[in-house]
């Protein structure tokens, strides 16, 4: 089992920076690819930006250039930092961390509690 804790949500004025962790515990053997998602009212649950144990990164387009994600391995943290926050970007944040089961495209998703973030026009 994962253990994932999300930190760093808040209330922020549009423009402004948050910074989201996320602190990893438990069962970390070969956990590869972590990531964050949000979830808005009355919206689905949508991929923020991705990294693999090797700092490949991957953003919603949405996000790009506005978003950085990095992973700090010796301390199973993984961050967001939030720039130039859009109304837009007000949801609940989720960390996920993704094992391989070792069958093509199937994977176990542990997910973290959710930190609220919102973006004040």
């Known amino acids: 089992q994962v253990q994932l804790v999300e930190s760093g949500g808040g209330l922020v004025q549009a423009g402004g920076s948050l910074r989201l962790s996320c602190a990893a515990s438990?069962?970390?053997?070969?956990?590869?690819?972590m990531g964050w998602y949000r979830q808005a009212p009355g919206k689905q649950r949508e991929l923020v930006a991705t990294?693999?144990?090797?700092?490949?990164?991957t953003y919603t387009d949405s996000v790009k250039g506005r978003f950085t994600i990095s992973r700090d391995n010796a301390k199973n943290t993984v961050y967001l930092q939030m720039d130039s926050l859009e109304p837009e970007d007000t949801a609940v944040y989720y960390c996920?961390?993704?094992?391989?089961?070792?069958?093509?495209?199937?994977?176990?998703?542990?997910w973290g509690q959710g930190t609220q973030v919102t973006v004040s026009s």
């Open positions: 996920n961390a993704r094992r391989p089961t070792g069958t093509w495209n199937v994977y176990v998703d542990y």
């Open positions: 438990g069962s970390m053997f070969s956990i590869n690819t």
């Open positions: 990294i693999t144990s090797g700092s490949t990164t």
